[in-house]
């Protein structure tokens, strides 16, 4: 069993379950040995990193308070956090200020115990984002969906292994990092005869409703030995779209599906909301150290990465207005006015080289949402902007108006990978600047082929790839697919899209302005 050692299963998956089931053999939990020193169940990881600082995290078996001791060369600092309780799901992070620029730190995580004895350490690798000189970044979309989840047989998801080889300085999540609504069975045949073996544990089982659950998503993924070594090696940048709940799921909603005994999809949210900041190694503080002002921890922030980058990842999620038709003749949200209003503020003062907008859904790719409504901003209708795309063409309009060069949008959600170029000579809306929308995923879900286009904002599919039949599994990773993005000295980005075996498909050279 190459992807779980004996020491993950007994201190991990089967501390929080009663068992595991391995492709349709079951493993029965032995029984736990309390030592009192805290171990970790599913690895380390940093998040956010900027010039100067970042987040660590870890999680315990039992209750312990996280300890930090981070180190660059022969310095050496201990940083004592906050204890990780079953109100956390033992889970903790620390936000680490006054950073060096430019500087690989490395960061020893463990537990201390109620007795003060330290338990099990981990080290999260991590280099801050340098004021001056080159870095590079991956992105991509979509963990452990359509029933597709770690298979041992293969090794696990080695998606995450081909973009660790790479050696970024960082990894952005587009969304989708779990498949709240996809039930993980211990078996799927594929369409060639070929038989996917899962590894399950019971909060896969069925659709996630309770907390427990939600949490125990996100602890699957952390089982498979590739998220483990690519999340303790390279900082995490994650957002959240809509399997952390369920698929397609808009603040209101009220389900029909009888696989669920609570309806109430902000109920869902919520509790999904908690397990996904439990398990992400996002602060919550602002850029000050302080915790943000509205009391909310926003999703949506800023990450800073020195003169030639700034990061603006973005929640398309929770301030989303319901799923119609789109052809509102009023402006309706998907960013909301105060998450527009933010962005529009922290693109104008960026004095970075690129502004690189994370997005968890694509701008211009028409993703339905049922025969009539619609999930995302485009609407079928390629004419002037309607509901969401009057938000969209606001924005748009806005970096035009303020002269903001240099965006570039990047997203998943969609299954494929495309390269899209907008310009108002093709558009029917032409008050905004030319700009390119990068779109990558999945990295370890079901692969589909690519979606139609709406031709409001003047899109051309420059590349597109996908999947040869729907929901293809990762099996052969060439219908799975991740992003690159190299910044040099100079500050050109090369931009390129590839399959999870690592080969080029497409690449661009862009040029500031």
Known sequence: ?????????????????????????????????????????????????????????????????????????????????????????????ITLHGLRPGTDYDVRLTFEGRDGH???????????????????????????????GINPDLGGMTGYRTMHALRPDFMIHSGDTIYADNPITESVTEPDGQVWRNLVIPEVAEVAQTLGQYRGRHRYNMLDTNIRAMYADVPLLAQWDDHETLNNWYPGEVLTDERYTERRVDVLAARAKQAWREWQPIGDDDARGRRTTDGRNRIYRKVTRGRHLDVMCLDMRTFKSPNTSGLETHRTAILGHEQTEWLIRELRRSRATWKVIAADL????????????????????????????????????????????????????????????????????????????????????????????????????????????????????????????????????????????????????????
């Open 1 to 93: 069993m190459a992807d779980l050692t004996r020491r993950t299963l007994l201190g991990g998956a089967l501390a929080g379950a009663g068992a595991l089931t391995l492709g349709g053999s079951r493993v029965a939990a032995a029984p736990l040995v309390v030592t009192g020193r805290p171990n970790l169940t599913s690895g380390v990881m940093s998040g956010d990193v900027t010039t100067n600082g970042g987040v660590v995290w870890a999680r315990a078996d039992r209750v312990g308070r996280l300890v930090a001791e981070v180190g660059r060369g022969r310095s050496r600092q201990v940083i004592r956090g906050p204890w990780a309780t079953p109100d956390t799901d033992h889970t903790a992070k």
């Open 118 to 148: 330290l338990g099990e350490s981990g080290i999260a690798h991590l280099r801050t984002a340098p004021m001056k000189g080159a870095q590079s970044f991956v992105w991509t979309g979509d963990t452990a969906g359509q029933g597709w």
């Open 362 to 513: 694509p701008l211009g790719i028409i993703v339905p949402d049922g025969p009539v409504d619609q999930e995302s901003v485009a609407n079928r209708d390629p004419g002037t902007p309607l509901g969401r795309e009057l938000e969209i063409a606001y924005l748009l309009q806005q970096i035009k108006r303020h002269d903001i060069r240099n965006v570039v949008w990047v997203t998943a959600d969609v299954h494929y990978c495309a390269a899209h170029h907008y310009d108002p000579s093709r558009a029917a809306f032409t008050d905004f600047t030319p700009f390119w929308e990068l779109v990558a995923g999945p990295i370890s879900a079901g692969a589909f082929a690519p979606s139609p286009m709406d031709a409001t904002f003047g899109p051309e599919v420059v590349f597109a790839k996908g999947a040869s039949y729907a929901n293809q599994s990762p099996r052969t990773g060439k219908a799975h697919f991740f992003g690159h993005v190299q910044i040099d000295d100079a500050g050109l980005l090369t931009a390129s899209l590839r399959d999870a075996t690592g080969a080029v498909l497409w690449s661009k050279d862009l040029s500031p302005q």
